[in-house]
């Protein structure tokens, strides 16, 4: 974990929820993802073209898609809303710091946690709790959306055929978590 | 052989795979595939249940969901005891043990068959007329009364131990019913490339196949080529088939529930699957095959045991091998009832006679029961039916009246013909229309993306029926695939039927029109004759179709009898609205994961594992777990909130506040925006400064509130209470969208980013200076009231100083995921200053004893600014803000309004009651004058005594005055005050 000293010489830990957690059913695995930054990204149309150059990736503008490169993603929340996730340790909002045109990036590193949910039972466990299609022809890799599952938000990225990123808020993970672990148990139907 | 009642060359189970089953604790076996219907009737019984009102016996009426009597409770364990399960539905499965209900003390002697013979006074509406008076007694007396007696079957008393799952799923056509229509459509639209649900409620495919003998389809006799399409359909990719499983309600857009019943056949299932998964189904085409239901007969006690649905006898004796007597009359207004007879007489029993109200039946089946030499009565009718426990015999006698005969019999089929299953093209909000040459109900004027085929949409006959589901399969796809051909090379003819009840004596006798209801075709007269004119009315006064089979088999007669005795044509009458769900669903099902710990979220703080750790009691706040109070070893609550009030106060207290709502408001409007949502003004704001804001309703009155931080000319750090997280961003996203499109400002919630730990008290700064970096925490650097940006313990924050004690206070905001790891941190720091962990309840306490308000505490949506004497929140230049002008109403400015006071009781001992109400004078006459409530009380020890804010009539016009509050053990004098309790002049702020 990241660890920071200060003139005091305390460092601050970083506990990720759902630490060590794993569901191994049948047909599914659900994983926790390691922590990654993010931001919530609001611009108008205008300003989509300077945030893509500053992010080193072309914004998406069609609903419920995303763009992918270097490992960072950009999902299409909304009409001047994306979910910007970086796994490589790369700081999006220091990128779009310096950028001019009107927009809006706040960091919610630390407001979502991430799991993966895979195998050939995937897209039967969140289909348990999410009312959208979800089948291939319709939720193509990297088509992305948020959703619901079961009683909460969530948002929701198709990473291969088989694959999925659930992100939902910090507090919301234990009830997430638990709930793809029940539907992960009856997705062999 | 697996009951006596089996013939050996008939039907398709397998006589080898043997079942044992306990009806009513007695020792039975059936076969593999059998219903416990089946297997009870292939052990001679018939008698398996008593009528809900009447408690007459009752035996099998049908084969399928329609049955309305034969409903037993089905026990696996002490948990698992389902009543009111339809044993014409409930699978056979090694081990089965059924009970019947509604007797006492056993099945053929039954106490309550007294209500039979006092039957003349149980007659329609005999609830409402008799129980009228006196009226006090209705709750007291004859409800609860009324309610033991009545009811079918007994409830599990033990939580239910089975799990229930849920599924979306989207297909482009939902095909419901897997009879030939069914199957036909769905293999049109599936080879057509279309994504296909098919589903159906009986574990096998086929539907009326099951009995209907004389179909011959593409070579196969009609059952062979059920299996063989259903098998068809498996093997294909974009087809999912759904046995089991019941279409229950039809909603908007397409939208049908589903039932699968995934254990309930299985001898041992496996515990941790689910016994049932509720499919909702978003389909772009539905294709409704739900088939017919048939009628049965209407004459004098009709419900004997024995007395079955033609249709259903023979799906016994076809599908299941059963013969349902070994001498079986029939009485018909209809065809189809002949090949019932036919089929008996062919595997072997004897048929008494085929009675048939209608004068010259003829065709084919007619002649084909003539040529195996069976004896056709026509223009007769049945009038009596004999024997209690079983039809032993019925009287027939010609229609135009003349003498009577007995026929012997041991079992009476009867069919007054077939009505369509328009259940869910009705609940689709289609509007059904009268079709009056074959009076029945057929779908008329679609509301939805749907289509009826086969018996559901009146189509008689199967080759009309394939053709129409060819039609309809290859459509709903909407291309064209290949072109399906379906050679039908034998079929049966149906003609005939009836409504309402049959010839003979109908005034007296109980002819059974509803037999889960007990209601009678004279009960429907009366309804009639007392006023009920619509069939809505005749209905509800009668019961009939209200019962748990929706009148399946009794609504068409209910209407006829009404039509008939009002003199006015059938479609006049009405017809009931259909309503899902089709048939009973279990609670189970609906509520599925949304159970236990999954029925509703538990939010956590960053910081909880802590606060678990280190003993904290917590409290529920909306979804969140909060840490209430953290007591020490032999603490109460009380103690505990003393020594937590105290020691932040003396010394230095942390406090988990993550769960406040918190907003970054962000963009060159930001300040703009802040000055319409909140009553304060803004834009003066510095950078690095806070204010507390008020947010005001449209209405005028406080909404929420919260401490603001400017972070930047452009960016605000807005906090809300914790519960109003949620709705306090909607209203701001909702005016931003809809009233201030024209600012350039965005909203983010930030809530769940940031973990907050307050450190308050005089220690606080101490404890927290040696863990920052680049903020320089001197009064002068960082004043009351000021957000600066820095890192603690090398990880960035959110440095807000403010203080809601009252005290010196911070509040550090750290990326969540380093909640705990700063907290402990600090705990470390605070430990060397005395400092202690304090929950909820001190963090309350602490806050009356400086009077700031907590909203939703303090306020109740019915308080201005200026009733909790906040009006300096308000910026006084201002000239728009949400609720600026709803606070200028004139009554939000009238005198004499509820005005916030701090409470003191004469006796500083007494906690007065939160909630309790305030009068001037204690000796008026009640109902007393009340002129306030108590919003806020506790004890506060470090004011040595009691405190509470109360909102009072013309609050600050009283300060000084004794007021009362009357308490059930005797009158407590308060004196009103300041809503400040301790440090009045506020200087511990920099304390």
Same mark, same amino acid.
């Given at each position: 974990m990241a660890k920071a000293s200060t003139k005091s010489g305390a460092v601050a830990e970083r506990r990720p929820a759902l630490a060590g957690r794993e569901i191994a059913a049948a047909a599914v695995r659900v994983a926790v993802l390691p922590p990654a930054e993010r931001i919530s990204l609001r611009a108008p149309a205008g300003s989509v073209s300077a945030l893509s150059k500053a992010l080193g990736l072309t914004l998406p503008t069609k609903p419920k898609t995303s763009a992918s490169k270097g490992g960072r993603t950009a999902l299409w929340l909304g009409p001047d809303e994306w979910l910007v996730i970086d796994e490589a340790g790369k700081s999006p909002v220091a990128d779009c710091a310096p950028v001019k045109a009107l927009h809006s990036a706040v960091d919610i590193s630390h407001r979502n946690v991430a799991l993966a949910v895979t195998g050939s039972g995937a897209e039967a466990t969140l289909s348990a709790g999410c009312p959208?299609?979800?089948s291939l022809a319709v939720f193509p890799v990297g088509a992305a959306t948020r959703t619901i599952l079961g009683k909460v938000e969530i948002v929701l990225l198709r990473t291969a055929p088989d694959a999925f990123r659930v992100e939902c808020w910090r507090s919301f993970s234990d009830y997430v978590f638990e709930f793809l672990g029940e539907a992960a148990h009856d997705a062999a139907a | 052989m697996a009951g006596t009642y089996r013939i050996g060359n008939a039907g398709r189970l397998t006589p080898a795979r043997t079942a044992r089953f306990t009806f009513d604790g007695k020792h039975y076996t059936g076969l593999e595939g059998d219903t416990l219907a089946s297997a009870l009737l292939a052990n001679g019984i018939h008698l398996v249940g008593r009528s809900f009102k009447y408690h007459r016996p009752r035996g099998i009426l049908s084969a399928g969901a329609e049955e309305p009597n034969a409903l037993v409770s089905v026990e696996r364990d002490a948990a698992r005891r389902t009543p009111n399960v339809r044993a014409t539905v409930q699978e056979l499965y090694d081990g089965l043990a059924a009970n019947s209900q509604n007797r006492w003390p056993s099945l053929a002697f039954d106490v309550g068959a007294v209500n039979d013979l006092a039957s003349p006074f149980f007659s329609a509406g005999f609830y409402y007329k008799t129980f009228m008076w006196p009226k006090s007694a209705w709750k007291s007396f004859y409800e609860p009364n009324i309610r033991s007696a009545a009811g079918l079957g007994v409830s599990p008393d033990q939580p239910d131990p089975d799990h229930y799952s849920s599924r979306f799923a989207h297909c482009d056509v939902l095909v419901v019913g897997g009879g030939a229509a069914g199957l036909t459509a769905a293999v049109a639209a599936a080879q057509a490339g279309a994504s296909v649900i098919l589903c159906d409620e009986q574990a096998e495919f086929g539907g009326a196949l099951h009995f209907e003998k004389g179909a011959q389809i593409d070579g196969q006799d009609g059952w062979s080529w059920a299996q063989a399409t259903a098998a068809k359909l498996a093997a294909m990719p974009n087809v999912r088939l759904l046995p089991r499983t019941t279409a229950f309600g039809y909603y908007a857009q397409n939208f049908v529930a589903l039932t699968e +019943?995934? /254990?309930?056949?299985?001898?041992? @299932?496996? +515990? /941790?699957? @689910?016994r049932e998964r509720l499919w909702q189904v978003r389909a772009k085409r539905v294709v409704i095959a739900t088939g017919a239901i048939e009628r049965h007969m209407v004459f004098?006690?009709?419900? +004997? @045991?024995?007395?079955?649905l033609a249709s259903a006898a023979r799906t016994y004796l076809n599908h299941y091998g059963v013969a349902v007597g070994r001498n079986v009359a029939v009485y018909t207004a209809n065809d189809s009832a002949y090949f019932a007879a036919i089929d008996l007489k062919k595997a072997g029993v004897n048929v008494a006679a085929i009675i048939d109200v209608r004068d010259a039946p003829s065709g084919a089946a007619v002649d084909e029961a003539r040529s195996l030499g069976i004896e056709i009565l026509p223009g +007769?009718?049945?009038v009596k039916a004999n024997g209690k426990l079983r039809v032993s015999s019925v009287m027939v006698e010609p229609k135009t009246g003349g003498a009577s005969r007995t026929i012997e019999c041991d079992a009476l089929l009867v069919s007054a013909g077939w009505t369509p299953s328009v259940h869910l093209f009705s609940q689709s909000r289609g509007k059904v229309a009268f079709d009056a040459d074959t009076q029945r109900f057929l779908p008329g004027t679609y509301a939805q993306d749907c289509v009826s085929v086969g018996a559901c949409a009146g189509t008689d006959g199967l080759e009309a029926t394939i053709a129409e589901a060819i039609q309809a399969g290859s459509d709903a796809a909407g291309k064209p695939g290949k072109t399906l051909k379906i050679t039908i090379k034998a079929q049966e003819g149906w003609t005939g039927g009836m409504l309402g009840a049959a010839p003979g004596p109908g005034t007296t006798v109980k002819a059974f029109i509803d037999f889960q209801n007990d209601v009678t075709a004279k009960d429907i007269r009366q309804a009639v004759h007392e006023g009920m004119r619509s069939i809505e009315h005749v209905k509800r006064f009668t019961t009939n179709g209200m019962a748990t089979d929706q009148g399946k088999t009794s609504n068409m007669h209910g209407l006829a009898i009404a039509a008939e005795t009002l003199s006015k044509p059938i479609p006049q009458v009405g017809l009931t609205t259909f309503r899902a769900p089709y048939t009973p669903v279990t609670f189970g099902a609906i509520v599925n994961h949304a159970r236990g710990n999954l029925f509703d979220p538990t939010r956590k703080t960053p910081i909880h594992p802590w606060a678990e750790a280190h003993g904290a009691v917590f409290e529920d706040v909306g979804q969140w777990k909060r840490a209430w109070y953290f007591p020490e070893a032999g603490e109460d609550m009380h103690k505990a909130v003393d020594r937590e009030c105290v020691t932040v106060r003396k010394a230095a207290g942390m406090f988990d506040a993550s769960t406040l709502g918190k907003i970054e408001v962000v963009g060159p409007d930001a300040a703009k925006f802040m000055e319409l949502l909140y009553t304060n003004p803004w834009e003066k704001l510095e950078p690095g400064r806070c204010r507390y804001g008020i947010m005001l309703r449209e209405d005028g009155f406080i909404y929420d509130d919260g401490v603001v931080g400017r972070l930047a000319p452009d960016r605000f750090h807005v906090t809300t209470t914790t519960g109003g997280a949620p709705r306090v961003m909607n209203h701001m996203e909702d005016y931003l969208q809809t009233e201030f499109p024209h600012l350039n400002v965005w909203l983010t919630s930030i809530t769940e980013q940031w973990a907050v730990i307050a450190v308050q008290g005089p220690n606080s700064r101490d404890i927290i200076a040696p863990l920052l970096e680049g903020i320089d925490l001197s009064d002068e650097g960082m004043p009351h009231m000021s957000v600066r940006e820095g890192k603690i313990c090398g990880v960035p924050t959110r440095l807000f100083r403010m203080s809601f004690t009252g005290d010196r206070g911070f509040e550090v905001n750290v990326p969540a995921d380093y909640g705990q790891s700063v907290w402990e941190a600090l705990w470390a720091e605070g430990r060397k200053y005395g400092a202690c962990a304090y929950g909820t309840e001190a963090m309350h306490v602490l806050r009356a004893e400086k009077g700031y308000i907590i909203v939703g505490q303090d306020t109740d949506g019915t308080v201005t600014c200026n009733d909790a004497g906040l009006d300096w929140a308000i910026g006084k230049k201002k000239t728009d803000f949400v609720g600026i002008r709803g606070m200028k109403r004139p009554d939000l400015v009238a005198p004499g309004r509820k005005q916030l006071v701090g409470l003191l009781t004469k006796d500083p001992k007494i906690v007065l009651e939160e909630g309790a109400q305030i009068v001037a004078d204690a000796n008026q006459p009640v109902p007393m004058k009340m002129i306030g409530h108590v919003t806020s009380s506790y004890w506060s020890e470090n004011c040595g005594r009691s405190i509470a804010l109360a909102l009072v009539a013309g609050g600050r016009d009283r300060m000084g005055q004794t007021l009362f509050v009357p308490m059930p053990k005797g009158v407590i004098e308060v004196e009103i005050g300041s809503t400040v309790f301790f440090d009045e002049k506020g200087e511990r702020l920099n304390g």
């Open positions: 959208q299609d979800l | +019943r995934a /254990t309930d056949h299985l001898a041992s @299932p496996d +515990r /941790t699957a @689910p004098a006690d009709n419900d +004997r @045991p024995g007395i079955m +007769r009718a049945v």
